[in-house]
């Protein structure tokens, strides 16, 4: 039973444009939520977090959004650069040290 | 700082051999982690430790031990390999293991189990 899913498994977006990647989440304990991005042979890099009590936090090309009511959130890149092609993996928690991590979404920005 | 290293990058074990995965950081954290990350699975935590001394379960501990002797290191061990247990292996550490902590990704280790 996955508490956390990425249903979109790959991306492939233009330079420039948006990219949206989407997580879900069933379990209604999770209250903090991560988004990490990992490029091949490498472990993943944090990129930005939300907690429950906002509903989006932006920082530079990079927003997410929660939607409690939802238990959906998504990763906004704005524009994308080819160097933003990576596995983008959502994760979340409960603060029992305890994160659960989603499949993953592979994100190909074309140039 | 070096941040998180993991050793061996690579490793090919036979079914029932043991080994040991090293993990170390200095980046003094007292949190740290094990993950295994399968094709179609995301991470799946192994186990966890909240400082020296203390170890505890994650969601796919069976075949695998862990001790946490010191801050900086956190072997995962596993007793007798199975080819369940080939994967790709991730440790990681943060402050506190709060969820506004970043948690730190070593580089992996790619084992194969024959």
């Known amino acids: 039973d996955q508490q956390v899913k990425q249903n979109s498994p790959s991306l492939s977006v233009q330079e420039g444009r948006i990219s949206i990647l989407n997580c879900d989440y069933t379990?209604?304990?999770?209250?903090?939520f991560l988004w990490y991005k990992k490029y091949p042979a490498e472990g993943p890099t944090f990129l930005i977090s939300?907690?429950?009590?906002?509903d989006k936090n932006e920082d530079g090309r990079f927003t997410v959004f929660l939607n409690k009511s939802a238990k959906h959130l998504s990763l906004h890149i704005v524009p994308s650069q080819p160097g933003d092609s990576a596995v983008y993996f959502c994760?979340?928690?409960?603060?029992?040290?305890?994160?659960?991590f989603g499949t993953g979404t592979r994100l190909k920005v074309l140039a | 700082n070096a941040g998180v290293t993991q050793t061996p990058k690579f490793q090919v074990l036979k079914t029932g051999q043991s080994m040991t995965l090293q993990c170390a950081q200095d980046?003094?954290?007292?949190?740290m982690s094990w993950y295994r990350q399968d094709p179609g699975m995301g991470l799946r935590l192994i186990h966890y430790?909240?400082?020296?001394?203390?170890?505890d379960q994650g969601e796919v501990p069976n075949g695998y031990n862990v001790s946490r002797s010191t801050t900086e290191d956190f072997p995962l061990r596993l007793l007798s390999a199975a080819p369940s247990q080939t994967s790709v292996y991730f440790c990681a550490s943060s402050y506190s293991g709060a969820d506004s902590d970043t948690q730190y990704f070593g580089p992996g280790t790619r084992l194969t189990v024959l």
């Open positions: 939300i907690s429950s009590i906002k």
């Open positions: 980046m003094n954290h007292e949190y």
């Open positions: 379990n209604s304990m999770f209250d903090y």
């Open positions: 994760a979340a928690g409960s603060g029992t040290y305890k994160y659960i």
């Open positions: 430790s909240v400082g020296a001394g203390i170890t």
